[in-house]
Nanobody, 114 residues
Framework: QVQFVESGGGLVQPGGSLRLSCTASGIIFEITTMGWYRQAPGNQRELVATVTSGLRRNYANSVKGRFTISRDNVKNTVYLQMNSLKPEDTAVYYC????????WGQGTQVTVSS
């Protein structure tokens, strides 16, 4: 059974930083391209960043230069380091495979506000 458990969200001021973590189970993690997604109220879920098994990374234009995705294949965990956060980054953040499985975790709320 595929399962994702996200953590690390919170309330942060504009310009601040957060590091999200997501532990996966039920998949062969080390060969899976992993991604971070986000969904803001009233918006569709969007793909923010991906990292392949070979550590090739891609980012949405809106986060390029501010966010860094990484992975630890021993811990089956993918991370998202978010710097220079903006109010428009406010969303629930999820991890999943790219392309995603139908099963999603609960996500972690990130709120950027002064």
């Amino acid at each position: 059974q595929v399962q994702f458990v996200e953590s690390g969200g919170g309330l942060v001021q504009p310009g601040g930083s957060l590091r999200l973590s997501c532990t996966a189970s039920g998949i062969i993690f080390e060969i899976t391209t992993m991604g971070w997604y986000r969904q803001a109220p009233g918006n569709q879920r969007e793909l923010v960043a991906t990292v392949t098994s070979g550590l090739r990374r891609n980012y949405a234009n809106s986060v390029k230069g501010r966010f860094t995705i990484s992975r630890d294949n021993v811990k089956n965990t993918v991370y998202l380091q978010m710097n220079s956060l903006k109010p428009e980054d406010t969303a629930v953040y999820y991890c999943n495979r790219d392309p995603p499985f139908q099963s999603w975790g609960q996500g972690t709320q990130v709120t950027v506000s002064s």
